[in-house]
Nanobody
Framework: QVQLVESGGNLVQPGGSLRLSCAAS????????IGWFRQAPGKEREGVSC????????YYADSVKGRFTISRDNAKNTVYLQMNSLKPEDTAVYYC????????????????????WGLGTLVTVSS
């Protein structure tokens, strides 16, 4: 059974940092691209970052480029999202998802093609 469990969300002040974790089970992590999405209240879910499975390439949305870093530890079946210089507009529930490519993360509305979602982890950036 494919399962993804997000953790690491918290309340943080603007300018602060958090590291989110995505623990995968039921499949081999290095066979899949792993993406992070987020959904703010009243807004559509959007792709934030992705780590591909085959060539090591990564994707970042323009809004997080230079501040967020995605990494994976295939031995631990875990993907991380290091978030620095956090802004209030980063406030959202963050989800990770597995797919065969990062395309679903990079395109608008790509989240609709994801079948398996975890419960997400809440990140609140506020003073």
């Amino acid at each position: 059974q494919v399962q993804l469990v997000e953790s690491g969300g918290n309340l943080v002040q603007p300018g602060g940092s958090l590291r989110l974790s995505c623990a995968a089970s039921g499949f081999t992590l290095d066979d899949y691209a792993i993406g992070w999405f987020r959904q703010a209240p009243g807004k559509e879910r959007e792709g934030v970052s992705c780590s591909s499975s085959n060539d090591g390439t990564t994707y970042y949305a323009d809004s997080v480029k230079g501040r967020f870093t995605i990494s994976r530890d295939n031995a631990k079946n875990t993907v991380y999202l290091q978030m620095n210089s956090l802004k209030p507009e980063d406030t959202a529930v963050y989800y990770c998802a597995a797919d065969h490519s990062c395309t679903v993360v990079a395109v608008s509305g790509g989240y609709r093609y994801i079948e398996n979602w975890g419960l997400g982890t809440l990140v609140t950036v506020s003073s």
